[in-house]
Nanobody, 125 residues
Framework: QVQLVESGGGLVLAGGSLRLSCAAS????????MGWFRQAPGKERQLVAT????????YYADSVKGRFTIFRDNPKNTVYLQMNSLKVEDTAVYYC??????????????????WGQGTQVTVSS
């Protein structure tokens, strides 16, 4: 019943920035833990960042700490991923996900109930 639609992906040069958006349906969006994950070709899907219901608690994978920021706008039912200082190794399909019954940090993929279709991010040098 929860639909997630990612947008904002594209091609960017290394060192550049990109902001991803995830628009969510659902009456209780403000209670969900939200997460961003990514999957590169031939690789397993990995955690990028998570944020709790009010945006106060966040968690980041070591590979993106200091470069990426996750935040949300509950009145707009939207969660964002601001990506700065992008590296070639950040290239992947980025997925938005919602955990409806698990509180933050919710770092395990099995804790997420709904997933978006993904948006491609390509970083070139």
């Amino acid at each position: 019943q929860v639909q997630l639609v990612e947008s904002g992906g594209g091609l960017v040069l290394a060192g550049g920035s990109l902001r991803l958006s995830c628009a969510a349906s659902g009456r209780t969006f403000s209670s969900y833990t939200m997460g961003w994950f990514r999957q590169a070709p031939g690789k397993e899907r990995q955690l990028v960042a998570t944020v709790n219901w009010n945006g106060i608690i966040t968690y980041y994978a070591d590979s993106v700490k200091g470069r990426f920021t996750i935040f949300r706008d509950n009145p707009k039912n939207t969660v964002y991923l601001q990506m700065n200082s992008l590296k070639v190794e950040d290239t992947a399909v980025y997925y938005c996900a919602a955990a409806t019954t698990t509180a933050a940090p919710a770092i395990a993929q099995i804790e997420y109930d709904y997933w978006g279709q993904g948006t491609q991010v390509t970083v070139s040098s």
